[in-house]
């Protein structure tokens, strides 16, 4: 019996099927399957990352209750089921360092902001867009990115071409024209 679950746990296959069976059945005992497999893994991952334990026990029970919730959005075509398990705990650990510690956004002028606030983007949702508009493409994407995505400067950099002092600058620039609209402390 045990060789034929280690047979399985090879076969990228069988994780897919499993995924599939949850998402159309519920079934719960495909659930037990991946989750006895991957909740060790996932933990250990999440340990590796930096995660105390009782964070990475957590965040790994998070991920696999996103699988459970969301198995229907997994696509064995775009990845394997490990591949975006894994996914789903790297995002879910970068959700909680951001939240404990708020995004910030380093500059050289100790520009440190952050855009938490949903009541204060939705009164000025308006102006902000009218704003943002206004930028140049390079700079609205990058303010896009970084505050609404809540991608870092590395990442933004990664995703676009752009070299990161190129980044930052476009940042910079947008915030100086987002300040002179809504004043210094109205961003």
């Not at 090879?10 to 991946?34: P, T, Y």
């Not at 990664?158 to 100086?176: F, N, Q, Y």
Request: proline content about 2%.
């Amino acid at each position: 019996m045990a060789e034929l679950a280690v047979e399985q746990a090879r076969n990228g296959e069988f994780w897919a099927e499993c995924v599939e069976r949850i998402a159309q059945e519920r079934d719960k005992h495909s659930f037990m399957q991946l989750f006895d497999y991957f909740s060790p893994r996932v933990n250990a991952y999440l340990l590796g990352q930096g995660a105390d334990a009782a964070m990475a026990e957590d965040l790994s029970q998070e991920a696999l209750l996103a699988l459970w919730n969301k198995a229907h959005l997994y696509s064995r075509e775009k990845a394997a089921v490990s591949t975006w398990l894994f996914r789903v705990a790297r995002n879910l650990w970068i959700d909680r360092l951001r939240k404990q510690r708020g995004i910030a956004y380093e500059s050289d002028e100790n520009l440190a902001e952050t855009v938490d606030d949903e009541a204060r983007l939705n009164a000025d949702g308006e102006r902000l867009k009218a704003v943002l508009d206004t930028l140049p493409q390079s700079q609205a994407q990058v303010v896009f990115k970084s505050y609404y995505e809540g991608k870092s400067h590395s990442e933004i950099a990664a995703e676009t071409g752009m070299p990161l002092g190129s980044v930052k600058s476009s940042l910079r620039l947008a915030i100086k024209v987002f300040r002179q609209h809504f004043g210094e402390g109205g961003l």
